[in-house]
């Protein structure tokens, strides 16, 4: 993207402020477009590695050279969260609103559960139930062993939230604004509070001593009390949103945004450091692995590796949006991008191990920003009054370096490099 100066080339005037609106609703989403793209988390158990792609199959490989050991074919394109695994049966979600139970061991139909519209893979397995929410505004409990519907439980929007199970309680976000807190076994409401954006959330919320954390589109990360549904906390982290929930890790919470921050909070809400990224890093679902934190940005392409303490370390570079989170097998990890790619790199060497392709071109997916203006003021002479414009483009995420961002640490990215050409694909950049 050209620099903020740049933009305003045909320009004469000062800009004197500025602020970022949400002026739709956030569903683009619901509008990935089918392809080969693997745009879903990455499961990994017993030597096998478990995906989807939006071309519609779920897969399994051999972890070890990414070959195929069978896939199963849905109707529509499988996107978001990861497949469960449990009792030897994987669980996957499709756009063709079925939710299916899969033999893990051959990718065998075992059942399917078709709800009124679309569903994402954001499933989650607790004692014997397999619980999910869709675009129709339902969330429902299925029983795991032959699909039976056990409970559903209406919203006002649509669901792209992961849910939680903490005891006899399931938490789960929605489109409408709403964090739900539901009995598990009835499908009874407990609690619900309100924010002001989306929940939309592919990996858990973090939770620990009856605190759950979870972010939102109205920009703030939030801490709320499990038994009570009464706020604790909440605090600002980015001015587009969050689409993964916080990644709890020892006695730190950590949040990544859109607008290419990535944040270290204290369990009371404290910064404890951030690290500031190009203004178009899109960051995804992060995950720690052996004391490491691995990022994934839609505006680079590339997987991310910090410390700890906030210091990236190095980032291997794709062909196309990285977004959903990661796993790690030995000293490699594995993560799909949008390029159509499974990679498999070896987090010492910073090598590629393996690449998995899938069949299809790069997916379409609706403008990153599409739901958000940057709305400022500039005097339109010495004479005449101050008047407003709009425009629709990205600021340098540096302008966030605000008091409300303040901490005692803070780092900048390097420069982005690609890993030697072995592996690379001939891919243009308007695909994606």
Not at 59 to 79: H, P, Q
Not at 365 to 370: D, I, K, N, Q, T
Request: charged share 25%; net charge negative.
């Amino acid at each position: 993207m050209a620099d903020f100066e740049d933009a305003f080339e045909d320009f004469s005037v000062e800009m004197v402020n500025y602020s970022i609106k949400k002026i739709g609703k956030f569903d683009r989403d619901w509008r990935i477009g089918t392809g080969g793209s693997l745009g879903g988390g990455i499961l990994v158990k017993d030597q096998r590695v478990y995906f989807t792609s939006a071309n519609h199959n779920a897969y399994c490989a051999d972890s070890n050279d990414g070959s195929v050991i069978w896939k199963f074919e849905a109707r529509d394109v499988l996107f978001g969260g990861t497949p469960v695994l449990a009792d030897g049966r994987l669980f996957v979600a499709s756009y063709d609103r079925n939710i299916y139970a899969l033999d893990a061991g051959n990718g065998k139909l075992v059942w399917k559960y078709e709800t009124r519209d679309k569903m994402s893979s954001a499933l989650i397995e607790s004692e014997g139930m397999i619980y999910a929410g869709g675009k129709d505004h339902n969330i429902y409990a299925l029983d795991a062993k032959n699909g039976n519907l056990v409970w559903k439980f209406r919203t006002f929007d649509g669901i792209l939230s992961h849910g939680l199970v903490v005891g006899e309680r399931l938490l789960i976000g929605s489109y409408d604004h709403f964090l739900y807190c539901i009995n598990k076994r009835t499908g009874g409401l407990i609690w619900k509070f309100e924010t002001q954006g989306e929940i939309q959330n592919f990996n858990p919320f973090a939770f620990k001593d009856g605190i759950v954390y979870f972010g939102s589109f109205d920009n703030y990360v939030r801490a709320v009390d499990v038994e009570s549904g009464k706020l604790l906390w909440k605090r600002k982290a980015g001015n587009y949103g969050m689409s993964s929930a916080p990644v709890l890790h020892d006695k730190m919470l950590i949040v990544s945004t859109r607008d290419g921050i990535l944040f270290a909070f204290d369990l009371k809400g404290k910064v404890l450091w951030k690290h500031v990224g190009s203004d178009e890093d899109v960051l995804g679902v992060p995950r720690v692995f052996d004391g490491l934190l691995y990022v994934p940005s839609a505006g680079d392409w590339c997987m991310h590796c910090y410390g700890l303490d906030g210091k990236e370390l190095w980032r291997f570079k794709t062909d196309g949006y990285v977004f959903e989170g990661s796993a790690k097998t030995g000293d490699h990890i594995i993560f799909g991008s949008w390029d159509c790619g499974l990679y498999c790199v070896d987090v010492n060497t910073r090598q590629l191990v393996w690449k998995f392709r899938a069949p299809g071109s790069p997916s379409y997916a609706p403008p990153p920003y599409e739901s958000f203006e940057i709305d400022f003021e500039v005097p339109k002479s010495e004479i005449e009054e101050t008047s407003r414009r709009k425009y629709d483009f990205h600021l340098e995420s540096e302008n966030l370096n605000t008091s409300e961002y303040k901490s005692d640490i803070t780092y900048q990215s390097g420069t982005t490099y690609r890993e030697k050409g072995k592996y690379q694909i001939d891919s243009k950049t308007e695909e994606f």
